[in-house]
């Protein structure tokens, strides 16, 4: 039987989600590796610093975890939206960092911040809608907008000024089909941690456009620079506000799919506008977080020490100070800022200082092929011919990295 | 803050129109606006027939050694980073094993994509499938979840009837006649959720060969496989799968008990490589790609959930079942105004018809469910739910002594409402 008689076809709205990822770029990049080399991959390219023994979790969410499985209480389904002790422990957990408290009620458990970012997307879709996210972001955005039919126009954060948002940019994308803008602090890729001033005025503009924030705080907590971490929900009384947040990157454990939704909206404006019933209904039709790691997240938010936290941060600022010390020295990098948060930071290929390199891509395949070392082009996060740098991996790992970086490009350095 | 303004503030973003009516008809949803009937001062236990989750039943409860093979994966460190998207090698291999022993053909780990439960590998071969003007073949009476996803993705949706006096089989004539150059696929759900039937090989082998006939894939919601205990032994669908395509959907929730574990796959069953071809394994891919994964310490566990799991642990669970199903075919018999046409054969439920002739002052199934909730505390899915207004959907899957009180709740309350003679 030929191919013109089987009737089914691809969702090719899905083809054109799927481009929007990160994991495709690096299997691309990947696959440049010489297997002959013996020395071990340093990988940069990738938001998972578990892998390394130095980034193990606290004992305290292991053992949560490992309780509530041999309880034999939860093995059944959880209610929709999130078991209620979950839902009532992250209220608490985010509440701590906000002038008003969070009910059970404004938190939907998720599974990981990846479903947080379908569910919502999924709930604001509506004909002819578009939304604001920035760039350099993160893929998975677009590729749910595109999913959902959501048109999507990017604002520019801004390299000269800390990577702020373009305000004045923002305004000219606006128009009254504009639903929210997305922001993702601390920053991935960008590793700047906003300031408080500086979320002040996205909830003012975002107030004068009539559009809701979706604050991606995946990394919240993360920050070892000079600016301290500020939840945006803390302007929830100036426009309302959708927090994404997860368990993953604070507490190190991205493959246990724990993530959430908490609405900053103390003047009930999602309720009135069909947001809240529309996120329950998105999760509906939905699948869930596992019902023990739900059932585990009270004993993790409350028991985890802060010498966790502490050992964590210390790390990450060794990697983060490294890295940046040795890029600056590396002449085919330009526009390099200091991380001042999360486990990146974005860096600009100076072409005038290589030769025989076409573009971010081409940096990363051979950088990978000559040297073992996996970064991530720019490309897929919105700006060509930049890399993203993961530093947080082992310090004594990430220094051979960082050396092999240096000699690939010193051995492609133009010699004029 | 709006010093003292009155002027309402406007605001650009709604909630999407479309997600309105997709969730009201999931059965979960129907379960909880019955709970809301129950009477608070009847102080007997709530008797629930109407889930499809005995996991808090002590006599449900799984083996130990899926609770080992969790607790051993998360404590060894190894599975706390992401995992590949389509899963982790040693569970895919584990999951084409374990299937392979009842296929014809070996199934590779290749073609093993794991899920977050059956739901998400439903969720995955719709989206995959919803090209603008596609349309899919749904069985009605069916389970919900595949319309209301189908809906959320813009997937026509047309049905087919399970015939209650062939044993629930596939109505093959209407197959034919409702597919036309836009349907993509046909879903079977076998073991049958909602009415615990298990086809026969014969029948599968029509099926596959009418798909085949009308270019269209099978899509067999195997969720309930192995929980068979009557006359007709559990066939997979792969096993037909060159004669059509087949994707085959399932998970570790409903043999093992343990749906809040959320670990499921999708598996191509497809000799001839045709969804190759037509880019179906890409697609799948690419969904999972942008989608959220199962845990990765879940994943770790496969292997050993799948590989070690005793005998005597799936006989005891299928006793079970079958005792309860025996109990309740019986039971029914005895029950005015409700008849059962096909005893249960499979999977944890069984349709009943209710003869509103002679029962009195009951509107419908959803009338019988929520005045039975109030009057018995006892909560039944309406048909309605499920496709098949004035039947009902029985549990059966829960403690002995507990199904026993139901059935007895339920004959007075039939009893009560009968017409007087």
Avoid at chain 1, 2 to 7: A, L, P, V
Avoid at chain 1, 15 to 20: D, L
Avoid at chain 2, 245 to 252: C, D, E
């Amino acid at each position: 039987m030929g191919t013109k008689e089987w009737k089914f076809r691809e969702n090719r709205n899905l083809r054109t989600a799927a481009t929007f990822s990160i994991k495709r770029v690096l299997d691309d990049v990947n696959r440049n590796l010489d297997r002959s080399d013996g020395r071990p991959i340093i990988p940069l390219s990738h938001g998972d610093p578990s892998s390394f023994s130095c980034f193990r979790t606290t004992q305290v969410a292991e053992d949560a975890v490992v309780d509530a499985l041999r309880s034999a209480k939860f093995n059944g389904y959880a209610p929709k939206g999130g078991a209620l002790q979950a839902r009532r422990s992250i209220a608490e957990y985010l509440s701590r960092n906000l002038p008003y408290k969070l009910s059970p009620d404004d938190v939907y458990v998720t599974l990981g911040a990846k479903q947080a970012i379908e569910v919502v997307l999924s709930a604001l879709s509506r004909p002819g809608a578009n939304i604001l996210l920035p760039r350099p972001g993160y893929p998975v955005y677009e590729a749910h907008a595109v999913l959902n039919h959501l048109e999507v126009r990017h604002f520019d954060l801004l390299q000269e000024k800390d990577w702020e948002v373009d305000l004045n940019g923002l305004e000219t994308l606006v128009d009254d089909k504009t639903v929210a803008m997305v922001i993702i602090n601390p920053g991935n890729p960008c590793g700047n941690v906003f300031t408080r001033d500086h979320l002040q005025k996205i909830a003012e503009t975002a107030r004068r456009m009539g559009i809701l924030v979706i604050a991606d705080e995946a990394y919240a907590h993360l920050t070892f620079g000079s600016n301290s971490y500020v939840s945006m929900g803390v302007f929830g009384n100036l426009a309302p506000v959708l927090t994404l947040g997860t368990l993953s990157k604070r507490w190190l454990v991205p493959g246990w799919r724990l993530g959430w939704i908490a609405r900053s909206d103390p003047d009930g404006i999602f309720e009135e506008h069909g947001v809240v019933e529309c996120i329950k209904r998105s999760l509906i039709t939905n699948t869930e977080a596992a019902t023990f790691i739900q059932a585990a997240v009270p004993q993790i938010l409350e028991n985890t020490t802060d010498d966790f936290f502490v050992q964590t941060i210390n790390i990450l600022q060794e990697d983060a100070d490294m890295c940046y010390k040795w890029l600056k020295d590396i002449p085919c990098f330009t526009c390099l800022q200091k991380p001042q948060g999360s486990l990146f930071l974005m860096v600009k290929l100076d072409f005038s200082q290589l030769q025989g390199i076409n573009d971010d891509m081409d940096f990363c395949s051979k950088l990978a092929k000559e040297e073992s070392v996996l970064l991530l082009p720019g490309f897929v996060l919105g700006l060509k011919n930049w890399i993203r740098v993961t530093f947080a991996i082992e310090p004594s790992a990430l220094e051979e990295g960082l050396a092999r970086i240096k000699a690939f490009c010193m051995r492609h350095a133009n010699k004029q | 803050m709006e010093n003292g303004s009155t002027k309402k503030k406007k605001w650009a973003f709604q909630g999407n129109p479309e997600l309105n009516t997709a969730s009201e008809i999931t059965i979960r949803a129907v379960l909880a606006m019955l709970k809301t009937h129950l009477n608070q001062s009847d102080s007997r236990p709530v008797i629930p027939l109407g889930h499809g989750d005995p996991s808090s039943f002590s006599c449900f409860r799984t083996s130990p050694i899926a609770e080992d093979a969790i607790a051993n994966a998360l404590r060894s460190a190894k599975f706390t980073g992401y995992s590949p998207t389509v899963g982790v090698l040693p569970a895919r291999r584990a999951v084409a094993e374990y299937l392979s022993q009842d296929l014809p053909n070996r199934i590779s780990p290749d073609d093993v994509f794991l899920t977050v439960g059956c739901t998400q590998a439903i969720q995955t071969i719709i989206t995959v499938l919803a090209d603008s003007k596609a349309n899919i073949l749904l069985p009605k009476p069916g389970y919900p979840y595949y319309e209301a996803f189908a809906q959320s993705c813009h997937l026509e949706v047309r049905h087919f009837d399970l015939l209650p006096d062939k044993d629930w089989e596939v109505d093959l004539v209407a197959v034919e006649a409702l597919a036309d150059e836009n349907t993509a696929a046909m879903v079977i759900i076998n073991p049958g959720n909602p009415c615990g039937n298990v086809f026969t090989f014969q029948h599968l082998q029509k099926v596959a060969e009418t798909a085949r006939k009308l270019g269209i894939l099978v899509i067999a919601d195997e969720v309930y496989g192995h929980i068979a205990f009557g006359k007709n032994p559990f066939v997979p669908m792969g096993v037909f799968g060159s004669i059509t395509p087949v994707i085959t959907l399932g998970s570790i929730s409903k043999r093992w008990i343990v749906p809040g574990w959320r670990l499921g796959w999708l598996i191509i069953n497809d000799p001839n490589g045709v969804l190759k071809k037509h880019r179906i394994i890409e697609c799948i891919t690419q969904y999972l790609n942008i989608s959220s994964d199962p845990p990765t310490f879940i994943q770790g566990a496969v292997p050993d959930i799948l590989g070690k799991t005793k005998e005597d642990f799936f006989l005891k669970i299928i006793n079970t079942i079958k005792e309860a199903a025996n109990s309740c075919y019986e039971g029914i018999q005895d029950i005015p105004g409700v008849i059962c046409p096909s005893e249960p054969e499979g999977s944890m439920f069984v349709m009943v018809k209710l003869d509103l002739s002679i029962l009195e002052n009951i509107k419908d199934d959803l009338d019988f469910c929520v005045k039975l909730a109030k009057e018995e505390s006892i909560i039944i899915l309406p048909g309605i739910s499920v496709g098949l207004k004035n039947w009902l959907r029985l549990t059966f899957a829960i403690e002995p002594s507990s199904l026993e009180d139901g059935i007895k709740r339920i004959k007075a309350f039939c009893r009560r409402h009968s017409k007087k003679a």
